[in-house]
């Protein structure tokens, strides 16, 4: 016959070892909401490296577009791209006097000498002119928060699918050599916004 006080003993033991697992996964759901936070706050490493990371993916994108892979989605939406996501320092410095001045030169060779205007400037010239005379509200008051980030994410998704739909399904856009290459970037781009949304909701 088994004696009330093993019983009491074994219900102790149970209940102590279900206390500390309850104690286990509260301190590993601390120590990933630490780890998330102090990432993003450290100094804004992450975020930087990421926004820097994001822009690099954009502008090898469109130098993709310009070379000899060219593609028939639209990659001019990748201009926008690059104005939300530019790191704060390129962004200050173009929307200065030196954004002004390369500006001022593409207006001039577009309007006097359009026959000597490569055509793969557009992309770029369409940039620093965006940067230089967007409005102080998109520059300073929607940059840099949730509507840019969703901008972004939107821009993503569409070139996603329009690459997809242009290399002729899922798999051909992972296994052409062009595609390839294009799909990676497209999928960089990612990268920066989705982190700006888990850094949002936590």
Request: glycine share 8%.
């Amino acid at each position: 016959m088994v004696s009330f006080k093993y019983l009491a003993m074994k219900t102790d033991m149970s209940d102590q070892l279900g206390s500390d697992l309850n104690e286990i996964g509260h301190a590993a759901r601390n120590l990933a909401t630490h780890a998330i936070f102090l990432a993003g706050g450290l100094g804004g490493f992450a975020s930087g490296f990421l926004q820097w990371f994001a822009t690099i993916a954009a502008i090898y994108l469109l130098v993709l577009d310009r070379t000899n892979w060219k593609t028939n989605i639209l990659t001019s939406l990748l201009v926008p791209y690059i104005f939300f996501c530019l790191p704060g320092l390129i962004f200050n410095l173009f929307r200065g006097e030196v954004g002004m001045w390369i500006a001022f030169v593409a207006v001039v060779l577009r309007l006097f000498f359009p026959k000597h205007f490569p055509d793969w400037l557009d992309m770029p010239a369409s940039l620093i002119l965006l940067l230089v005379v967007a409005p102080s509200f998109f520059a300073y008051t929607v940059r840099g928060t949730i509507f840019a980030v969703i901008i972004c994410l939107a821009i993503g998704v569409y070139l996603l699918q329009e690459h997809i739909r242009a290399s002729g399904g899922f798999r051909n856009s992972f296994t052409r050599s062009n595609g390839i290459s294009n799909s990676i970037g497209i999928l960089l781009l990612f990268v920066y916004p989705a982190w700006c949304c888990i850094t949002f909701i936590l």
